[in-house]
């Protein structure tokens, strides 16, 4: 079969319609591979969760030609500052995104990270996905069963409710969350651990632009500890993220709310919220990310705590790899083993980067403020007064991207798939 007719004939089913399944849809779209996306949900969760993307997936967006349409909806800034505060204090170290706008790699395309509601990006990817008529986004579409053979999956799919129709792919993905139908149909299981608190996200309306925050804020302050930064452009609200004690109602949780954020915000200025959720915090991953034709992405295949970033930005640049994998070995430019080596990469770069990295963001911020760690207090002077080692860290941000030439069968086989410019 020639290239051309294989890429026609293959399907892809994705299961799951938020930013990580999107974002495998639209590269396979473009591609001009088939996708089909089932999503269980009328709409995507619009409740406050992840917010934060790295170059990495800039990049990705970069090469569909929309990072122009996600920059519109999303806070994105060259000159963006991360700020370390102590609770009640002052700041204890800057990272300016700027200090890399000279650095010419193609996994860095623009200098900064974006933050907007992940829902909001999934919309911009399903607006994409649109474009092409060989894929198709469903909503009100329910994985019930999965079976597969060496040639094909076989799905059985619920629309609403009703009676399950069977769907067949020559590959799927399950990109369906913390919840995944897919995993569990595919005998993977999350092991790790859940942390014995429950992290409180919320959107609120505050002048943070009056006391000069920056982008994102990581407050130190115990058991106090906040995250705050920016959801979107202009006028938005800013998410601000904090722990409470297991167990606890929402009603619960507003009403301890205002208390909190006093504790938080920088000044008596009136603040509003707009939206709140809370959530089980866990460190968790499948063995397998692939089994047979099955793969699994984002937090479908792990979890972790949000602080720091490296959840969705895990997530996402799972979809990039995973997808950019599938696509060589639809388009016979690779090996079925590239599919095996992309999802054993991904595991790696979960387990040594995304895991324990979201695990220090978290134990630097619940420290004392009045008794922070010798070596975190030298981390934040180097941060301070050696530029060098600033660039240094804000890199360090790309170790999470795993393009298509790193693999051992692949090495140097970037522009062969247009993976670099």
């Given at each position: 079969m020639a290239i051309a007719d294989k890429k026609k004939q293959s399907h892809v089913a994705i299961i799951g319609a938020g930013p990580v399944g999107m974002m495998c849809a639209a590269k396979l779209?473009?591609?001009?591979?088939?996708?089909?996306?089932?999503?269980?949900?009328?709409?995507i969760d619009p409740?406050?969760?992840?917010?934060?993307?790295?170059?990495?997936?800039?990049?990705?967006?970069?090469?569909?030609?929309?990072?122009?349409?996600?920059?519109?909806?999303?806070?994105?800034?060259?000159?963006?500052?991360?700020?370390?505060?102590?609770?009640?204090?002052?700041?204890?170290?800057?990272?300016?995104?700027?200090?890399?706008?000279?650095?010419?790699?193609?996994?860095?395309?623009?200098?900064?990270?974006?933050?907007c509601g992940q829902h909001l990006l999934a919309k911009v990817l399903v607006?994409?996905?649109?474009?092409?008529?060989?894929?198709?986004?469903?909503?009100?579409?329910?994985?019930t069963n999965l079976t597969q053979t060496d040639e094909k999956v076989t799905l059985?799919?619920?629309?609403?409710?009703?009676?399950?129709?069977?769907?067949?792919?020559?590959?799927?993905?399950?990109?369906?969350?913390?919840?995944?139908?897919?995993?569990?149909?595919?005998?993977?299981?999350?092991?790790?651990?859940?942390?014995?608190?429950?992290?409180?996200?919320?959107?609120?309306?505050?002048?943070?632009?009056?006391?000069?925050?920056g982008a994102a804020n990581f407050l130190i302050g115990g058991k106090d500890w906040a995250v705050a930064g920016r959801t979107g452009p202009g006028s938005d609200p800013w998410r601000v993220a904090y722990g409470v004690e297991p167990g606890l109602t929402d009603e619960q949780v507003l009403e301890g709310a205002p208390d909190r954020l006093k504790a938080i915000l920088p000044g008596p200025d009136e603040f509003q919220?707009?939206?709140?959720?809370?959530y089980k915090v866990h460190?968790?991953?499948?063995?397998?990310?692939?089994?047979?034709?099955?793969?699994?992405?984002?937090?479908?295949?792990?979890?972790?705590?949000?602080?720091?970033?490296?959840?969705?930005?895990?997530?996402?640049?799972?979809?990039?790899?995973?997808?950019?994998?599938?696509?060589?070995?639809?388009?016979?430019?690779?090996?079925?083993?590239?599919?095996q080596e992309a999802c054993n990469i991904r595991h790696e770069i979960w387990a040594t980067i995304s895991n324990p990295g979201s695990q220090n963001f978290k134990r630097i911020v619940q420290q004392d403020?009045?008794?922070?760690?010798?070596?975190?207090?030298?981390?934040?002077?180097?941060?301070?007064?050696?530029e060098e080692f600033q660039r240094s860290a804000l890199l360090g941000s790309l170790r999470i991207h795993t393009p298509l030439g790193t693999f051992p069968s692949q090495r140097g086989t970037e522009k062969v798939y247009g993976l670099v410019d």
């Open positions: 779209a473009n591609a001009g591979i088939r996708v089909t996306v089932f999503e269980k949900d009328a709409e409740r406050p969760k992840a917010l934060t993307y790295t170059a990495p997936v800039l990049a990705d967006l970069a090469k569909l030609g929309i990072l122009e349409d996600v920059v519109k909806i999303c806070f994105a800034d060259e000159r963006a500052i991360w700020t370390w505060r102590s609770l009640g204090g002052g700041v204890l170290a800057e990272m300016h995104w700027s200090l890399l706008e000279d650095v010419q790699r193609p996994d860095l395309h623009k200098p900064y990270t974006l933050q607006e994409y996905c649109n474009r092409f008529e060989h894929a198709k986004v469903l909503h009100g579409y329910q994985l059985s799919i619920s629309e609403l409710g009703m009676d399950p129709f069977t769907f067949e792919a020559d590959y799927v993905i399950g990109a369906d969350g913390g919840r995944s139908a897919t995993r569990k149909l595919i005998g993977q299981h999350l092991d790790g651990f859940t942390w014995d608190e429950s992290f409180v996200a919320m959107n609120i309306h505050f002048p943070f632009e009056k006391y000069k925050w919220i707009v939206q709140c959720a809370q460190q968790r991953q499948v063995k397998q990310y692939k089994v047979g034709k099955v793969m699994l992405a984002g937090d479908a295949a792990h979890l972790n705590n949000p602080i720091g970033g490296f959840g969705l930005t895990t997530g996402m640049t799972d979809a990039g790899c995973i997808s950019d994998a599938l696509i060589a070995v639809i388009s016979g430019n690779a090996p079925e083993q590239t599919l403020p009045k008794a922070i760690s010798k070596e975190d207090m030298d981390f934040f002077k180097r941060l301070n007064n050696d």
